[in-house]
Protein backbone atom coordinates (compact mmCIF):
# COMPACT_ATOMS: atom_id res chain seq x y z
CA UNK A 1 0.00 0.00 0.00
CA UNK A 2 1.57 3.47 -1.24
CA UNK A 3 0.98 6.38 0.95
CA UNK A 4 -1.80 7.17 1.79
CA UNK A 5 -1.67 11.46 2.25
CA UNK A 6 1.81 12.62 0.27
CA UNK A 7 0.40 12.14 -3.48
CA UNK A 8 -2.78 14.70 -3.21
CA UNK A 9 -3.05 15.88 -6.31
CA UNK A 10 -2.12 13.09 -8.70
CA UNK A 11 -4.26 10.39 -7.85
CA UNK A 12 -5.10 8.41 -11.34
CA UNK A 13 -7.56 5.61 -12.52
CA UNK A 14 -5.05 3.22 -10.98
CA UNK A 15 -5.48 4.37 -7.52
CA UNK A 16 -8.98 4.27 -7.72
CA UNK A 17 -9.13 0.71 -9.08
CA UNK A 18 -6.82 -0.60 -6.81
CA UNK A 19 -9.29 0.73 -3.99
CA UNK A 20 -12.27 -0.17 -5.92
CA UNK A 21 -10.57 -3.63 -5.72
CA UNK A 22 -10.16 -3.60 -2.21
CA UNK A 23 -13.97 -2.89 -1.95
CA UNK A 24 -14.57 -6.03 -3.55
CA UNK A 25 -12.36 -8.29 -1.13
CA UNK A 26 -14.27 -6.74 1.55
CA UNK A 27 -17.93 -7.60 -0.70
CA UNK A 28 -19.41 -11.25 0.53
CA UNK A 29 -18.89 -14.04 -1.84
CA UNK A 30 -22.32 -14.09 -3.81
CA UNK A 31 -22.48 -18.17 -4.89
CA UNK A 32 -25.14 -17.15 -7.55
CA UNK A 33 -22.84 -14.51 -9.22
CA UNK A 34 -19.34 -14.91 -10.02
CA UNK A 35 -17.62 -18.46 -9.05
CA UNK A 36 -14.31 -17.28 -9.83
CA UNK A 37 -12.96 -14.37 -8.54
CA UNK A 38 -13.08 -12.37 -11.08
CA UNK A 39 -12.70 -8.93 -11.76
CA UNK A 40 -16.51 -6.82 -10.97
CA UNK A 41 -15.99 -3.45 -13.55
CA UNK A 42 -15.68 -0.61 -10.82
CA UNK A 43 -19.27 0.40 -11.11
CA UNK A 44 -20.35 -2.90 -10.07
CA UNK A 45 -18.18 -3.05 -7.36
CA UNK A 46 -19.93 0.44 -6.43
CA UNK A 47 -23.44 -1.22 -6.52
CA UNK A 48 -22.43 -3.87 -4.57
CA UNK A 49 -20.68 -2.25 -1.94
CA UNK A 50 -23.84 -0.14 -1.69
CA UNK A 51 -26.09 -3.11 -1.40
CA UNK A 52 -23.97 -4.37 1.21
CA UNK A 53 -23.82 -1.54 3.57
CA UNK A 54 -27.94 -1.57 3.09
CA UNK A 55 -27.84 -4.84 4.49
CA UNK A 56 -26.05 -4.32 7.08
CA UNK A 57 -27.74 -1.19 8.10
CA UNK A 58 -31.01 -3.60 8.33
CA UNK A 59 -29.14 -5.89 10.17
CA UNK A 60 -28.49 -3.64 12.59
CA UNK A 61 -31.65 -2.54 12.83
CA UNK A 62 -32.75 -6.16 13.35
CA UNK A 63 -30.09 -7.18 15.79
CA UNK A 64 -31.06 -3.85 18.22
CA UNK A 65 -34.92 -5.47 18.30
CA UNK A 66 -34.04 -8.70 18.90
CA UNK A 67 -32.10 -7.31 21.64
CA UNK A 68 -35.10 -5.40 22.82
CA UNK A 69 -37.29 -8.20 23.19
CA UNK A 70 -34.69 -10.27 24.47
CA UNK A 71 -34.72 -7.53 27.03
CA UNK A 72 -38.17 -7.59 27.69
CA UNK A 73 -38.53 -10.95 28.21
CA UNK A 74 -35.55 -11.09 30.76
CA UNK A 75 -36.56 -8.13 32.80
CA UNK A 76 -39.99 -8.45 34.63
CA UNK A 77 -39.36 -5.19 37.00
CA UNK A 78 -38.40 -2.89 34.31
CA UNK A 79 -35.40 -1.75 35.95
CA UNK A 80 -32.26 -4.10 34.14
CA UNK A 81 -29.33 -2.37 33.82
CA UNK A 82 -28.81 -2.92 29.93
CA UNK A 83 -24.55 -2.28 29.85
CA UNK A 84 -24.37 -5.09 32.90
CA UNK A 85 -26.70 -7.33 30.60
CA UNK A 86 -25.37 -6.69 27.40
CA UNK A 87 -21.82 -7.12 29.07
CA UNK A 88 -22.91 -10.57 30.78
CA UNK A 89 -23.69 -11.68 27.69
CA UNK A 90 -20.73 -11.17 26.23
CA UNK A 91 -18.47 -12.13 28.91
CA UNK A 92 -20.11 -16.17 28.06
CA UNK B 1 -7.99 -11.22 11.72
CA UNK B 2 -5.92 -9.97 14.40
CA UNK B 3 -7.16 -5.92 13.47
CA UNK B 4 -10.55 -7.44 13.16
CA UNK B 5 -10.85 -8.69 16.54
CA UNK B 6 -8.91 -5.27 17.79
CA UNK B 7 -11.86 -3.24 16.36
CA UNK B 8 -14.62 -5.64 17.54
CA UNK B 9 -12.87 -5.66 21.44
CA UNK B 10 -12.81 -1.53 21.41
CA UNK B 11 -16.59 -1.47 19.27
CA UNK B 12 -17.84 -3.88 22.76
CA UNK B 13 -15.67 -1.08 25.37
CA UNK B 14 -17.35 1.32 23.69
CA UNK B 15 -20.95 0.20 23.34
CA UNK B 16 -21.25 -0.74 27.19
CA UNK B 17 -19.81 3.05 27.78
CA UNK B 18 -22.94 4.32 25.95
CA UNK B 19 -25.10 1.79 27.47
CA UNK B 20 -24.53 3.19 30.66
CA UNK B 21 -24.98 6.33 29.00
CA UNK B 22 -28.26 5.02 28.18
CA UNK B 23 -29.13 3.65 31.48
CA UNK B 24 -28.43 6.70 33.81
CA UNK B 25 -30.32 8.89 31.51
CA UNK B 26 -33.23 10.69 32.46
CA UNK B 27 -35.53 9.54 29.56
CA UNK B 28 -35.45 5.97 30.59
CA UNK B 29 -37.10 3.97 27.78
CA UNK B 30 -39.99 1.58 28.52
CA UNK B 31 -41.14 -0.01 25.54
CA UNK B 32 -39.51 -2.45 23.57
CA UNK B 33 -39.76 0.09 20.53
CA UNK B 34 -37.92 2.76 22.75
CA UNK B 35 -35.34 0.06 24.13
CA UNK B 36 -34.65 -0.77 20.20
CA UNK B 37 -34.05 2.86 19.04
CA UNK B 38 -31.97 3.29 22.72
CA UNK B 39 -29.81 0.25 21.90
CA UNK B 40 -29.54 0.99 17.86
CA UNK B 41 -28.42 4.82 18.81
CA UNK B 42 -25.71 3.44 21.44
CA UNK B 43 -24.56 1.08 19.39
CA UNK B 44 -24.25 3.74 16.35
CA UNK B 45 -22.53 5.86 18.43
CA UNK B 46 -20.47 3.31 19.92
CA UNK B 47 -18.68 2.48 16.21
CA UNK B 48 -18.29 5.97 15.85
CA UNK B 49 -16.42 6.53 19.36
CA UNK B 50 -14.45 3.23 18.55
CA UNK B 51 -12.71 5.12 15.73
CA UNK B 52 -12.31 8.16 18.15
CA UNK B 53 -14.10 10.36 15.72
CA UNK B 54 -10.59 9.80 13.33
CA UNK B 55 -12.72 9.45 10.05
CA UNK B 56 -15.40 11.68 8.39
CA UNK B 57 -18.67 8.91 9.18
CA UNK B 58 -17.62 8.55 12.58
CA UNK B 59 -17.39 12.43 13.24
CA UNK B 60 -20.59 12.31 11.54
CA UNK B 61 -22.44 9.78 13.53
CA UNK B 62 -21.45 11.45 16.38
CA UNK B 63 -22.65 14.74 15.61
CA UNK B 64 -25.69 13.38 14.45
CA UNK B 65 -26.29 11.12 17.66
CA UNK B 66 -25.53 14.32 19.59
CA UNK B 67 -28.73 16.01 18.98
CA UNK B 68 -30.73 12.81 20.01
CA UNK B 69 -28.92 11.43 23.31
CA UNK B 70 -30.32 13.07 26.20
CA UNK B 71 -26.79 12.54 28.24
CA UNK B 72 -25.79 15.89 27.26
CA UNK B 73 -22.26 15.45 29.03
CA UNK B 74 -20.85 12.31 27.86
CA UNK B 75 -22.08 13.41 23.73
CA UNK B 76 -20.28 16.51 24.87
CA UNK B 77 -17.11 15.01 25.98
CA UNK B 78 -16.88 12.64 22.53
CA UNK B 79 -17.87 15.13 20.22
CA UNK B 80 -15.10 18.04 21.82
CA UNK B 81 -12.77 14.87 20.83
CA UNK B 82 -14.17 14.16 17.40
CA UNK B 83 -13.85 18.53 16.92
CA UNK B 84 -10.14 18.07 17.74
CA UNK B 85 -9.53 15.74 14.94
CA UNK B 86 -11.47 17.50 12.21
CA UNK B 87 -9.16 18.09 9.17
CA UNK B 88 -10.77 19.77 6.16
CA UNK B 89 -10.09 16.77 3.23
CA UNK B 90 -11.62 18.07 0.60
CA UNK B 91 -10.10 18.08 -2.70
CA UNK B 92 -11.55 18.60 -6.13
CA UNK B 93 -12.90 15.28 -7.60
CA UNK B 94 -10.80 13.47 -10.75
CA UNK B 95 -12.92 12.09 -13.77
CA UNK B 96 -11.72 10.00 -16.53
CA UNK B 97 -13.32 7.22 -19.25
CA UNK B 98 -16.93 7.92 -21.42
CA UNK B 99 -19.42 9.79 -21.07
CA UNK B 100 -21.78 6.88 -20.10
CA UNK B 101 -19.46 5.29 -17.74
CA UNK B 102 -18.90 8.57 -15.99
CA UNK B 103 -22.54 9.07 -15.43
CA UNK B 104 -22.64 5.57 -14.15
CA UNK B 105 -20.00 5.59 -11.67
CA UNK B 106 -21.61 9.29 -10.45
CA UNK B 107 -24.90 7.62 -10.25
CA UNK B 108 -23.42 4.55 -7.64
CA UNK B 109 -20.83 7.50 -6.18
CA UNK B 110 -23.93 9.18 -4.99
CA UNK B 111 -25.86 6.00 -3.79
CA UNK B 112 -22.70 5.33 -1.79
CA UNK B 113 -22.38 9.33 -0.68
CA UNK B 114 -25.60 9.12 0.82
CA UNK B 115 -24.86 5.44 3.07
CA UNK B 116 -21.62 6.29 4.40
CA UNK B 117 -21.96 8.62 7.55
CA UNK B 118 -20.92 12.34 6.37
CA UNK B 119 -20.44 10.30 2.86
CA UNK B 120 -21.90 13.91 1.31
CA UNK B 121 -19.88 16.46 2.17
CA UNK B 122 -16.63 13.93 0.78
CA UNK B 123 -15.87 15.41 -2.68
CA UNK B 124 -12.97 13.15 -3.45
CA UNK B 125 -13.71 9.39 -5.13
CA UNK B 126 -10.37 8.26 -3.41
CA UNK B 127 -10.86 9.81 0.24
CA UNK B 128 -14.55 8.25 -0.42
CA UNK B 129 -13.65 4.62 -1.27
CA UNK B 130 -11.45 4.60 2.01
CA UNK B 131 -13.70 5.73 4.03
CA UNK B 132 -16.25 3.39 2.79
CA UNK B 133 -13.24 0.36 3.46
CA UNK B 134 -13.17 1.69 7.35
CA UNK B 135 -16.64 1.91 7.53
CA UNK B 136 -17.81 -1.73 6.59
CA UNK B 137 -15.28 -2.60 8.81
CA UNK B 138 -16.47 -1.45 11.70
CA UNK B 139 -19.81 -2.08 10.45
CA UNK B 140 -19.39 -6.12 10.65
CA UNK B 141 -17.66 -5.26 13.41
CA UNK B 142 -20.74 -4.12 15.20
CA UNK B 143 -23.69 -6.79 13.20
CA UNK B 144 -21.07 -9.64 14.54
CA UNK B 145 -20.94 -8.35 18.43
CA UNK B 146 -24.60 -7.47 18.50
CA UNK B 147 -25.65 -10.96 16.73
CA UNK B 148 -23.47 -12.82 19.85
CA UNK B 149 -26.01 -11.22 21.94
CA UNK B 150 -28.81 -11.58 20.47
CA UNK B 151 -28.19 -14.97 20.04
CA UNK B 152 -28.30 -15.82 23.52
CA UNK B 153 -31.81 -15.41 22.98
CA UNK B 154 -32.07 -18.85 21.77
CA UNK B 155 -30.24 -20.41 25.01
CA UNK B 156 -32.72 -18.62 26.97
CA UNK B 157 -35.63 -19.47 25.22
CA UNK B 158 -34.62 -23.17 25.71
CA UNK B 159 -34.08 -22.73 29.12
CA UNK B 160 -37.59 -21.26 30.00
CA UNK B 161 -39.53 -23.80 27.29
CA UNK B 162 -40.33 -27.17 28.04
CA UNK B 163 -37.15 -29.06 27.72
CA UNK B 164 -37.48 -30.52 24.00
CA UNK B 165 -35.41 -33.72 23.19
CA UNK B 166 -32.29 -32.93 20.85
Known amino acids: MSSRRARASNLGEDEINELVSKLQALLPHSSSRCTRREQMPPWKILEETCGYIKRLHREVDNLSERISQLLASTDATGDVDVADFVRSLLRQ | ?166
Open chain 2, 1 to 166: MNTYNMVKQEFIKKWITTLHMLDSSVDHPTNVTERKNAIKLSSDLAIAAARSGATVWSRAIISRTGNKTTNKPVARRILKKARNRMKNRCTTVRRNGSLKAKIRMRKRTELLKSLVPGGESINNKDYLIRETLDYIVYLRAQVDVMRSVAAVDLVIGDLQNVPRNK
